[in-house]
C-alpha cells in the first residue's frame, strides 16, 4: 500500500487529498495486483483508519466481480484466504456498520462464485463461528442478509444465467443446511433475546427474508411464534416482529393453509390484546405503523386467498370460511384505520380497497352482511379527511403535503365506497352536512370544512349527471346544496371553509339552472370581503379564477346581474397603483377578472349599442393607461430600474385586453356583440408600442399574444394591421424573436390560407434568411442552452415550411427566385437526413410527402425526387444517430414508408425502375434484397411496409 495514500488519509479532507486518493483507488481496480495488495492490508489489519478499509474493501468487490472468472486456482485460494482473515478479524473486533454490511456482500459474492461445488462446506464454517460472541453472530447475519439480496430478492434484475445459477443455489441450501441455518437463528433469538436487541431484529430480518422459498412449516411453528409473539412486548423488539410476522402471512401458499395460518395467528394476537393499543395510549407510533401493516398484510392475504379459490374448495365450505375471517378482521381494519395518525391509518389502505372490492365482486351476496361495516366505514373515511388543528394553511411545508396526498387516497376510499352502496353512502353523507351546516358555529373548522369537502366529492362518488335525474337523490343533494349557499357558511373566519364553499358551489353549476334564486347570494359571496375581496391571498387569488368558471358555466342565468357585477368589479379593475394596494389580487388573478368582465357583458340581453357601451368602459381605462406609459416609457430620462417597472406594467395592460377578447370564441360573435371597434382600437394602440426600443421581449410577447387572439376574434379585418405588425416584430429580432414569432405566421396561415399568400411571398426569404443565418451563427460545444435554441428554431423552422405545404399555398414558394426555392428545399433535405433530431426530421417528411402529392406528376420536380428526396429515404435510417429502436424515430420511418408509397403512386414502373437498376445497385446491394425491396414496396401496406423498412435498414446498418 501506497504510504503516502495513508499520510493523506491521516492528513486532512482537503479536495486535493481526497481526489487523489480517490485516483489511487481506481487504479488498484484496474491493476492485476490492485486485489493482493488490498487483500493483505485487510488479511493483516494493517490500517485503522476505516476509510482505507473501506477503500480496500470496494477494491475488493470490482475484482471478484469482474476478475474472479478468469483467476487461477492459486489466486482464488489466496484471495479467500484473505477474505476469511478479515471476516474472522470482523467476527471480533467492532466495527462501522458500513463496513461491517461491505464486508458481507463481499463474503456473499465469494460465495455465489464457490457454493456449492467448490465450498461445499461454506455454511458449516458459518455456524461454527456462532459461539464466538455478538460480533459473529452479527457478521454470520448480515452475510445471509446478502445472500438473499443477491440470489433471492426479486426486486434486483437477474440475466438467464443468474437466474439459473442462484436456483441451484437455492435448491441446494434446501437439501444441505436450511434445516441447520433455522435451528441457528431460534438458538439465536433465544440466546440473545433478553441482553441484544441488536442482533436479535437482524435475526428476525434474516428469518423474514428466507420464509419466501423455505419450507413454511420450519418457520410458522409453535416455537417460532410464541417467540414472535413474545417479543411484541419488547420496545427494542417489537418492530422487527412485526415485520417477520408479516413476511411469513406473506408467504405464498395454498388457500386454505394461508387461512389457517392467518387466523392462527390473528387469534393469538388477540389473546395478547395488542390488537388493542393505539397510538395515543402506546406513544411508540413506528411500532402501531409496523401493527397496522401487519393486520393490513392479513387481510389483504384472505382476500387474495379467496380470489384464488377453486370451485372445489368454495364447495367444501372454504369460502365461507375465508368471508367470515375478512370479516372478523373488519373491526381492527376500522380502528387502524381511523388512529389519529395518518401514518398507521395508510397502513391500512390497502386492505381497505381489497375490502370493497371483495364486496362489489360478491355484489349482495348473502354470504356476507356487509351494511354494518359501509356507514362505519364512510364515518372514519370522513374523520381522516379532517385537517388537524396545527395545519399550517399559510405556509405548507412536507407534512402538509403529505396530507393533501393522503387525503386523496382516502377519497378513492370514498368513491369506492359509493360505487358500492351509494344510498348508504349518500344519506350519511347528508346527516352529516345537514347536522354541521345547520348549525356550523357550533363546530370546529375542520368540521365544517370537512362536511363541504365531502358535499363536493359527490360530483366523484356519482358521476354523470345522477344527482340531477335520479329523483331520490336529486332531492337530497338538492338539499345540501341550497343549505351551503343559505346557512351562511360562506362567512366562516378560516379560509379552508372559504376556498371549499367557493369551489363547491362552482362544480355543481348545474344546481343553479333551476335554483336560480340562490344565485344572487353566490355572486355577493363572490365579490365581497369573502371572496374577491379577502385579505386572504389564496382566497382572494382562488376565488377570481373560480368566479370566472361560475359566470361562463351560468352566462344566460346571470345577464340580469350585468350591470351590478360590472361596477362590483370596477375598482377591482383599475390600474391605479395606489388601489392595487387594496386589494391581495394578483396581476394574474386580476386577468380572469377581465375575462370575467368580458363573458358578463358578452351574456347580456340588451342592444349592440349597450355592449359597445359597456366594453369601452371596461377597455377604456386600458387604452388610456396604455397611451400614458407609452408616452412615459418614450422618455429616455428613464433609468433602466424604472423602464422595466413600466414595460411590465404596459405588458400587463396589453393582457388584460388579450384576456377580455376570450369572451369571444369566434369573429362571428365578436361581431353579433358589436364591439368589434374596442378591439381594432387597442390593436392599432399595441402596435405602436413595437417602436419601442427598449425591453422588447417583455412588450413583444404582449403584443403577440394579443395579436393570436384578434387572428380569432377579427378574422379578415387582422388582416390590414399584419404588415405593420410582422415588419416591427422582425426589426432587428434576435433567435429568440423568431422562433416566437413563428407560431404567430402559422395561425395566420392555417387561418387565410390563400388571402395571405401574396404578404407572405413578399417575407417568405427575408424571414428564411435571417433563420439561415442565426442557424448558421457558430455556438459552443459545451453551451448546451445555445444549442437548445438554435434546435428549437430548426424546428420552428420546419415546422413554418410544413404549414405552407400543407395548406397548399404553394404559390409562396414558386413566386421566389429558383434559387431561393432550391436553398429551402436543400435545407429540408439537409434536417431529414444530416440533423440528429427525430422531431425535426419528422416534420422535414411530412413535408417531402405534401410535395410528393401536389408536384408528384411534374415533370419539373421529378430530378429533385431521385436526386434528394428517395435518397433521403435511405440515407436518413443510415446515420449513425437514426435510431431504430427509439419510438420518435419509428414514426420518422412511418414518414419515410409514407414517401416512397406515394412516389409509387405518382411516378409508378418509374420509381420502381429507379430502385432495381440504379439506386439500389449503386449502393452495392445484393440482387435477391434488391428484389425483395421492391416487391414490398409494391406489395405491403403503409404500417406493414414501416415494418419491413425497420427489418432492411437494421440489415444494411450493420
Sequence with gaps: ????????????????????????????????????????????????????????????????????????????????????????????????????????????????????????????????????????????????????????????????????????????????????????????????????????????????????????????????????????????????????????????????????????????????????????????????????????????????????????????????????????????????????????????????????????????????????????????????????????????????????????????????????????????????????????????????????????????????????????????????????????????????????????????????????????????????????????????????????????????????????????LQDLLVTNKQDKLQTQLSENDRYYLYETAAVVISCSNTTQEKHLELMKSLLSPVLVSSQTLLDQISNRQLDKEQSLQLADELHHLIAYASRASKAFSTAHTLKQSGCTGCFTEALNLFLHSLTIPVHRNIIHTAVRQYLHRMIICLHEQVLPFVPIAVTHLLKDCEMRDIQDFIPLINQLITRFKNDIAPFLSEILMPLVTQIFTFLQSPVEANDQQALKEKQLLQRSYFLFISTIVNNNILEVLLNQDSSNVKEILLSIVHGAVEIPDPQGQKTCFIIFNKLLEYWGHNEDFKDFIYDSILPSCFRAPLNPAFDLQDAQTMLVLNEIANAQKTTLQKRGVEFIQWLEQSYLPQNNCPVEIIQEYSQAVQTLNVKSFKNYLKAFYSRWKT
Design 1 to 568: 500500500m501506497d504510504e503516502g495514500i495513508v499520510q493523506l488519509l491521516t492528513v486532512g479532507d482537503s479536495p486535493g487529498a481526497q481526489t487523489h486518493i480517490l485516483s489511487y483507488f481506481e487504479q488498484l481496480k484496474k491493476q492485476d495486483e490492485g486485489w493482493q495488495i488490498c487483500g493483505d492490508v485487510l488479511a493483516r489489519n494493517l490500517y485503522e483508519d476505516e476509510r482505507v478499509k473501506f477503500f480496500c474493501l470496494q477494491v475488493m468487490e470490482n475484482h471478484i466481480r469482474l476478475r474472479y472468472q478468469s483467476f487461477n486456482d492459486l489466486h482464488r485460494q489466496k484471495f479467500k484466504l484473505c477474505l476469511q482473515q478479515w471476516f474472522h478479524n470482523c467476527c471480533g473486533t467492532e466495527h462501522k456498520v458500513f463496513i461491517r454490511n461491505k464486508t458481507a456482500q463481499l463474503f456473499c459474492l465469494l460465495f455465489i462464485q464457490e457454493y456449492p461445488e467448490k465450498w461445499s462446506s461454506f455454511f458449516n464454517e458459518m455456524l461454527s463461528l456462532l459461539e464466538g460472541g455478538p460480533l459473529a453472530v452479527d457478521g454470520y447475519l448480515r452475510v445471509l442478509v446478502a445472500i438473499d439480496e443477491e440470489v433471492v430478492a426479486r426486486h434486483i434484475p437477474h440475466t438467464q444465467e443468474e437466474f439459473q445459477r442462484n436456483t441451484k443455489i437455492k435448491d441446494h441450501m434446501r437439501d444441505h443446511c436450511v434445516n441447520d441455518l433455522v435451528e441457528s437463528w431460534y438458538q439465536i433469538l433465544k440466546l440473545y433475546e433478553q441482553c441484544n436487541g441488536a442482533v436479535v431484529c437482524l435475526c428476525l430480518k434474516v428469518i423474514g427474508a428466507y420464509i419466501s422459498w423455505i419450507d413454511i412449516n420450519l418457520i410458522a411453528n409453535e416455537r417460532f411464534i410464541s417467540c414472535l409473539l413474545s417479543y411484541l412486548e419488547s420496545e427494542e423488539i417489537r418492530e422487527s416482529s412485526c415485520e417477520c410476522l408479516l413476511e411469513i402471512i406473506n408467504k405464498g401458499m395454498d388457500a386454505g393453509g394461508k387461512t389457517r395460518l392467518v387466523e392462527s395467528l390473528s387469534d393469538a394476537l388477540v389473546k395478547t390484546r395488542i390488537m388493542e393499543v393505539n397510538s395515543s395510549a402506546c406513544g411508540d407510533v413506528d411500532f402501531i405503523v409496523k401493527l397496522s401493516a401487519l393486520i393490513n398484510g392479513m387481510g389483504v392475504q384472505l382476500i387474495t386467498s379467496f380470489n384464488k379459490l377453486t370451485k372445489e374448495e368454495a364447495e367444501n365450505g372454504l369460502k365461507s370460511e375465508i368471508l367470515q375471517a375478512v370479516d372478523a378482521k373488519i373491526p381492527h381494519m376500522l380502528r387502524f384505520l381511523g388512529d389519529e395518525d395518518d401514518d398507521i391509518s395508510e397502513a391500512m389502505t390497502e386492505f381497505c380497497h381489497s375490502y370493497l372490492g371483495l364486496l362489489k365482486q360478491l355484489n349482495g351476496s348473502n354470504l356476507m352482511d356487509c351494511r354494518k361495516h359501509v356507514k362505519n366505514l364512510l364515518v372514519v373515511i370522513v374523520n381522516k379527511m379532517k385537517y388537524d388543528e396545527e395545519f399550517n394553511f399559510e405556509n405548507e411545508n412536507d407534512e402538509e403535503a403529505e396530507f393533501i396526498e393522503f387525503r386523496k387516497q382516502i377519497k378513492v376510499l370514498l368513491t369506492n365506497l359509493a360505487a358500492l352502496d351509494g344510498d348508504t353512502v349518500l344519506l350519511s353523507i347528508h346527516e352529516i352536512v345537514i347536522h354541521t351546516l345547520g348549525a356550523w358555529q357550533n363546530f370546529s373548522f375542520k368540521d365544517v370544512e370537512v362536511a363541504i369537502y365531502v358535499l363536493y366529492c359527490l360530483a366523484e362518488s356519482f358521476p354523470g349527471q345522477v344527482l340531477y335525474i335520479d329523483e331520490q337523490k336529486s332531492k337530497a343533494f338538492q338539499d345540501m346544496m341550497s343549505l351551503l349557499v343559505t346557512s351562511g357558511v360562506s362567512q366562516h373566519p378560516h379560509s379552508a371553509v372559504k376556498l371549499e364553499y367557493f369551489e363547491t358551489v362552482t362544480r355543481y353549476e348545474r344546481f343553479f339552472y333551476a335554483q336560480t334564486e340562490h344565485i344572487p347570494a353566490v355572486l355577493e359571496s363572490f365579490l365581497d370581503e369573502r371572496g374577491l375581496r379577502s385579505m386572504n391571498k389564496s382566497v382572494c387569488s382562488r376565488s377570481s379564477f373560480l368566479f370566472m368558471r361560475f359566470i361562463k358555466s351560468l352566462k344566460n342565468q346571470v345577464n340580469q346581474y350585468v350591470e351590478d357585477i360590472l361596477k362590483r
